[in-house]
């Protein structure tokens, strides 16, 4: 039998011989070194052979698994594995799947380490030839299960978890850069590996809900290990990722948060936030948007669900933001910037639902908490784009922002609105006014500075503050003050262009400024504000013509607190004057003039000995003290001081005027008062001394005696200029023509009667002069021939009348006007001579009536 067996052994395929030699017959010396060289060296000079060595070891390794032995068959496999040659690879490959298939359906954790080890040294090797019939939803799912293995041993759950994650990095690294296994990216396979890596990702924290706390040092060090292995291979998968695959990985990360309740941004790890910025800083640049899209069609689909509470959807839609929040500066620029508008446009409709939202007390915390995260958001989003784009947002914004309000709901979206646009204006620095300010954004601004409300008008002074600062003074600036020196601040000379801003638009800023002041609920917050806006008016347009304007504005402001007629309550005159001495206060230190200096600090000081709360600081102490001596406290506030004292304690305009006069400024401007808004068209882009200078002369028509002209009844206007010459010359010859026809049918139609009782008054006026200048005739006929004279009657002509008619009017007009009705002949008139003037024939037909143009003063035009 013996020898028959040898015989028998002789007779077996040589690749049979070669690889039962390498098996010792003590298993635990290992495989034999010499036999083993020879079995690669075999398969290497005929690698045909390889499809057949690696099934009989797949045949082997079966057995052996099926008799519970662990023998060398895996470790033989993986030398020949390495020793194969790329082209020659595919041979062996299937064989060598089944190996490692078999493996990991076996229940003991040694062989699954061992299967996992191997397939991994397999992904490692770079194949020239792609495979056309390999798949590997096998390992997808199997090595996704070992990532949620839940041995009770803690050592071997995080070993197997561990080699699970190893072999879903070995799956991604062999088949995402195959073409060829597209596959890999559909949903049944994404749906397995990137929660699987989601949860070992957050496994420390898993591992200490389950076990407690670990003592074992190596215990601690494995879900570390674990949780960096499955963020590497995160990184991996979506860094490989193409655009029409960034769908495929996301989607399972957004529905695992969903499932999870991960989204809260109240969790201490954020773990939510953590996920995405390793999306964002692994995915390419060019797709990061797609990312960022994502997240905003789930908020809209959060928002619109009607199967989540509504307290858990406000935290889902607030996590949601708060993401967004923290990783859209990550993308870059030119990924989001075509679509912005409308991804911001979203975020707005969000804050209008919201606000609609808040009515419910229940969850005002939670939609504040919300709307500050999109606030926050909208701000990154500002952040992320060049400043051009940036300007744009702004005007978007602004134009989302409800012009006038009436309702509170109105009134809540106005200032959340507005609350947004003054995140964005802190990601942007100016350079120059005028592009900080196009026309567009200046003017809605300034009209939403006058708001009902004295939190939006707040919140538009501090976006003035924001936009005005360019070298960070506003801090210096917060608030007024006058008995001490303002901070150093840092200040630069105004450019052509900003010049340029300040003429075009400095009236609009300071009339604003003048009405805001005027309001009776402005709060303290809002008269710090205003401080701020002057003061940085001041220093960043730093120009004699700047100043001078600034300082008519403070006198004119100051009038209104000084006016004996004002109506404005005692707490708020205090609060104006409060105002006037920081911003004169300020001015001094800034133009460093000594008469000026000693005029404002001679009126600070006895408003400190008399009226200390017409002083910033002393104010502000009273009002802080109040709750302790409430009864004096507003006492003081609401008492006016004597009229004797006003001169001693308001700025005196003369003697500042002369101080920067003798200094070498230009006071031409600040000699001009300044005009309300009422006064001047607010449509004219002068500044406003230009606008003060524009005047009428009328007064050197009466220059000329007997001839009296009419006074102008209103004042010419930008606007009736403007009128003139846009109206259609078509439109005026209309209008002519119809008050023609009607002056023709009235004088026509209407009885004699009804003539005088129209025009009495008129007609009255000239039948006194008419009679004046005939008493005048008749005395001088008296003194002349010593007699009465009896006038004959005599028909009068038309040239005739119409001569004294002229002759009265011009002796009505001067002195010797008696003289110009001398002559030999004697005038009559019957009691309507102008009868026949009004006949029909004698009307032009294209002219206006005859009668009006013999007598247009009885006409008004």
């Known amino acids: ?504 638009h400095g009236t609009e800023l300071l009339f604003h400024i003048y009405e805001n002041v005027q309001l009776s609920n402005n709060t303290d917050n809002n008269f710090d504000a205003i401080y701020a806006t002057l003061a940085l008016l001041c220093v960043e347009l730093n120009s004699e013509e700047t100043l001078a304007e600034l300082l008519r504005l403070t006198f004119a402001i100051q009038d209104l607190a000084a006016a004996k007629g004002s109506t404005l309550a005692d707490r708020h005159k205090s609060s104006i004057h409060c105002l006037v001495a920081g911003f004169l206060h300020l001015v001094g230190h800034l133009v460093a003039i000594p008469a000026y200096c000693t005029h404002v600090e001679t009126v600070i000081k006895c408003r400190t000995e008399k009226t200390p709360w017409f002083l910033p600081e002393r104010n502000a102490e009273n009002k802080q003290n109040k709750s302790a001596r409430r009864d004096v406290i507003d006492a003081k506030l609401h008492a006016s001081p004597p009229d004797d004292l006003w001169d001693e304690l308001m700025f005196n305009k003369a003697v500042i005027t002369e101080a920067l006069q003798s200094s070498g400024h230009d006071i031409s401007a600040l000699l001009t008062p300044f005009m309300p808004r009422n006064m001047v068209d607010s449509s004219m882009t002068r500044s406003i001394s230009d606008l003060n200078t524009i005047t009428v002369e009328v007064d050197s028509v009466n220059s000329s005696p007997g001839l009296p002209r009419r006074q102008p009844e209103e004042e010419i206007t930008f606007e009736s200029l403007r009128k003139i010459i846009n109206e259609p010359i078509s439109a005026k010859q209309d209008e002519q023509e119809i008050r023609r026809l009607q002056i023709v049918d009235r004088f026509k139609n209407a009885s004699f009667h009804d003539l005088i009782a129209r025009y009495e008054r008129k007609s009255n006026d000239l039948q006194h002069k008419l009679l004046e200048a005939l008493t005048k005739y008749s005395a001088l006929q008296t003194i002349d021939a010593n007699k009465a004279v009896a006038p004959d009657v005599e028909v009068v002509g038309d040239e005739q009348f119409m001569d004294c008619v002229d002759s009265v009017a011009i002796g009505a007009g001067g002195d010797d006007g008696g003289q110009a009705l001398t002559g030999d002949k004697d005038w009559h008139f019957y009691e309507n001579p102008l009868k026949e003037l009004c006949a029909e024939s004698e009307v032009n037909g294209v002219g206006p009536p005859l009668f009006a143009l013999k007598f247009p003063e009885l006409f008004v035009y």
């Open 1 to 504: 039998m013996i020898s028959c067996c040898g015989c028998c052994s002789a007779l077996r395929p040589r690749y049979k011989r070669l690889v039962d030699n390498i098996f010792p017959s003590n298993p635990q010396d290992g495989l034999v070194k010499s036999n083993m060289e020879k079995l690669t060296f075999y398969a290497l000079s005929s690698p045909e052979k390889l499809d057949r060595i690696g099934d009989y070891l797949a045949r082997k390794v079966a057995r052996d698994l099926s008799r519970h032995r662990n023998g060398y068959t895996m470790d033989a496999m993986d030398q020949l594995l390495v020793a194969c040659h790329a082209q020659t690879l595919n041979l062996f490959v299937e064989s060598f799947l089944k190996i490692v298939q078999q493996l990991l359906e076996s229940h003991e954790p040694d062989m699954q380490l061992l299967a996992t080890q191997s397939f991994v040294k397999f992904a490692n090797i770079e194949e020239d030839t792609p495979s056309y019939h390999r798949r590997y939803d096998f390992f997808v799912s199997k090595f996704s299960s070992l990532c949620h293995n839940g041995n009770s041993n803690l050592e071997v759950r995080n070993m197997l978890r561990t080699a699970g994650l190893n072999g879903l990095k070995g799956v991604i690294r062999k088949t995402v850069s195959d073409d060829l296994q597209a596959d890999i990216w559909e949903e049944q396979h994404m749906d397995k590996i990137v929660p699987s890596l989601l949860f070992n990702m957050q496994c420390q924290d898993v591992l200490c809900m389950t076990t407690g706390s670990v003592t074992d040092g190596s215990s601690q060090s494995a879900p570390a290990a674990a949780s960096s292995v499955a963020e590497q291979c995160l990184r991996d998968l979506i860094g490989r990722a193409a655009f029409g695959h960034v769908h495929s990985v996301v989607k399972p990360v957004i529905k695992h948060l969903d499932n999870h309740q991960l989204w809260q941004a109240r969790q201490p790890n954020e773990f939510a936030v953590q996920s995405f910025k390793v999306i964002m800083y692994s995915i390419q640049a060019q797709h990061s948007y797609a990312v960022i899209q994502m997240l905003m069609s789930h908020l809209d689909d959060v928002s619109r669900s009607q199967d989540i509470p509504l307290d858990a959807q406000i935290r889902v839609r607030t996590g949601i933001v708060n993401v967004l929040s923290n990783i859209v500066s990550i993308s870059a620029s030119e990924s989001i910037g075509p679509s912005v508008l409308e991804m911001i446009n979203s975020l707005l409709h969000h804050l209008r639902a919201s606000i609609s939202n808040i009515q419910d007390v229940r969850h005002v915390d939670d939609e504040k908490q919300f709307q500050e995260t999109v606030i926050n958001t909208l701000g990154e989003f500002a952040n992320n784009l060049p400043d051009y784009q940036k300007i744009e947002i702004m005007i978007f914004i602004m134009s989302k922002a409800p012009p006038t309000v009436t309702a509170a709901t109105d009134i809540q979206l106005q200032n959340i609105i507005l609350k947004s646009l003054l995140k964005v204006t802190t990601k942007y620095r100016t350079v120059h006014m005028s592009q900080a300010f196009p026309t567009s954004f200046l003017n809605p601004l300034l009209s939403r500075s006058l708001a009902s409300d004295p939190k939006v008008r707040l919140t538009v002074q501090q976006i003035f503050h924001q936009l005005l600062d360019r070298h960070n003074n506003l801090p210096k600036l917060s608030r007024p003050v006058s008995l001490s020196s303002p901070d150093q601040l840092t200040i630069e000379k105004a450019d052509r262009r900003d010049l340029m801003f300040m003429k075009k």
